[in-house]
């Protein structure tokens, strides 16, 4: 049986179906971990505008491919979003909802510039909608890091549609937890909110020190309280902490949390280790995305994010040329007024194309 033709793909795709598939993807409810709608939902639609094969994996990750050729490129976005859901809504071209833009703009990208694209013969391309990457997990791209390996690959979040990310920061989680004896308010022994408080205190006080002489913003450790609760129970006090670290390159995580151990009866527990990732800037994907930016309209810029991305895990593994791109405003992630603009995110669809078509 011959595959179908791209040809026959790109005369069939409108960019309603490209608009109906994001609005659908943003629709079917996806917070980490609880993915199973939206990738159904994604696979059928491959299956239904001519991907030669689409499927879930065996980590839960939506999967479609198209070509048969022996050089690989993959674009890995994310079907995952941050929790928080709240109802889509139209307002112009404007649509809003949870994972509009954090990442399913691009994700929905990807898999409509892909359904498009004309492919040299010798290219096969893979669109992986990923599971828990909003997650410490990462499940999703780990397990694809194991399954393919490319020449090119592309990660699908949002840089707005005429800029092209070339680089993440790491991360680090740190729990801190406490317990002990309680005592009276009038003597003198600590309460767990002191104890807490204290020790934020030094992890302010490391980064402080660290962050000396460092002007770049992508070159400093960041640091957040993002949970902290104490209590007791009539007898015992207890305190818990979690502190994000966002760390700038060639910092180890192990190495941070081995500076910040505690010395006030607590225990930590350090997770979500990964080091921060900064691709090449000039790259046979890089200069296809230009191109094609600028056949646009546009005039491509570089950016680096400071948050972290699929790329920090699987850039060192498949060691290619890579890049992350797709629509929309990164200000807005996990904030209640997500919303991306449908006119940029046809306009990214185009692009994305015409650089599949470039390679």
């Known amino acids: 049986m011959q595959p179908r033709s791209t040809a026959t793909r790109t005369r069939t795709l409108t960019d309603g179906d490209s608009e109906a598939l994001l609005s659908d993807l943003v629709s079917a ?7 199973a709608t939206a990738t159904h939902r994604l696979v059928n639609w491959m299956l ?24 690989d490129v993959v674009l890995l976005g994310h079907i995952d979003t941050f929790g928080g859901n709240f109802p889509v809504r139209r307002e112009g071209r404007l649509l809003y909802g949870r994972g509009s833009v954090d990442a399913k703009g691009a994700l929905s990208t990807f898999a409509a510039a892909a359904a498009q694209a004309v492919l040299n013969p010798d290219l096969r391309v893979i669109v992986i909608g990923a599971v828990e990457e909003e997650s410490a997990s990462s499940r999703g791209a780990h397990f694809a890091a194991t399954q393919y390996q490319p020449e090119l690959c592309v990660i699908g979040e949002p840089s707005q549609w005429d800029r092209i990310t070339l680089g993440y920061k790491g991360r680090l989680l740190i729990e801190w937890n406490w317990r002990g004896d309680l005592g009276h308010s009038a003597g ?19 980064a402080t020190e660290f962050n000396l002489e460092r002007q770049r913003i992508f070159e400093r450790l960041d640091v957040t309280l993002q949970d902290i609760q104490t209590g007791h129970d009539g007898v015992h006090g207890s305190g818990h902490m979690v502190i994000g670290f966002r760390l700038p390159p060639n910092v180890d995580p192990d190495a941070v949390a081995a500076a910040l151990d505690p010395h006030d009866g607590a225990a930590i ?12 800037r000039d790259s046979a994907i890089s200069r296809a995305l230009r191109g094609s930016i600028r056949a646009e309209g546009g005039q491509p810029a570089f950016v680096h994010k400071t948050g972290t991305s699929d790329m920090n895990i699987v850039g060192r593994v498949w060691n290619c040329p890579i890049v992350a791109y797709g629509p929309g405003d990164s200000a807005l992630d996990h904030t209640p007024d997500e919303h991306v603009d449908l006119d940029e995110y046809l306009r990214a669809v185009r692009v994305l194309r015409a650089a599949l078509e470039r390679l």
């Open 29 to 35: 409810a996806s917070p980490s971990t609880r993915e």
């Open 188 to 206: 003198e022994t600590a309460t767990a909110g002191e104890l807490a408080f204290c020790y934020w205190q030094g992890v302010l006080a490391y």
């Open 48 to 71: 239904e505008h001519g991907y030669d094969r689409a499927f879930i994996d065996d980590a839960g990750n939506a999967v479609g491919i198209v070509g048969h050729g022996s050089r």
């Open 269 to 280: 527990r350090a997770y979500g280790h990964e080091r921060a990732f900064v691709a090449e």
